[in-house]
Nanobody
Framework: QVQLVESGGGSVQSGGSLRLSCGAS????????MGWFRQAPGKEREAVAT???????VYADSVKGRFTLSQDNAKNTLHLQMNSLKPEDTAMYYC?????????????????WGRGAQVTVSS
């Protein structure tokens, strides 16, 4: 059973930066397809960015050039650096993982979820 714990959410003004972290346990970290999804009030959950077991990243068009994924394999942790934040980035951000991928250039599937971290961007 994969367990995911997010940290690093918070409130920031438009143009600011935040970094989210997701610690994973219960499975070999390097074999997980992992990423971040978000859900804003009244909207469906959407994929933000994921990284597969080959290190291939996929980003939503809305965050390309502003958000960056990175992995710390020694600490079994996935980071999402978010720069140039906008009010429309306000959402609950969820870390997700799967023990398989769907191919190059495709967001990772989601088998396991963290509890989420709130990100609020004020204008």
């Amino acid at each position: 059973q994969v367990q995911l714990v997010e940290s690093g959410g918070g409130s920031v003004q438009s143009g600011g930066s935040l970094r989210l972290s997701c610690g994973a346990s219960g499975y070999t970290f390097s074999l997980l397809c992992m990423g971040w999804f978000r859900q804003a009030p009244g909207k469906e959950r959407e994929a933000v960015a994921t990284i597969d077991t080959d290190g291939i990243t996929v980003y939503a068009d809305s965050v390309k050039g502003r958000f960056t994924l990175s992995q710390d394999n020694a600490k079994n942790t996935l980071h999402l650096q978010m720069n140039s934040l906008k009010p429309e980035d306000t959402a609950m951000y969820y870390c997700a993982a799967a023990t398989y991928g769907l191919g190059r250039g495709v967001f990772c599937p989601t088998q396991y979820w963290g509890r989420g971290a709130q990100v609020t961007v004020s204008s």
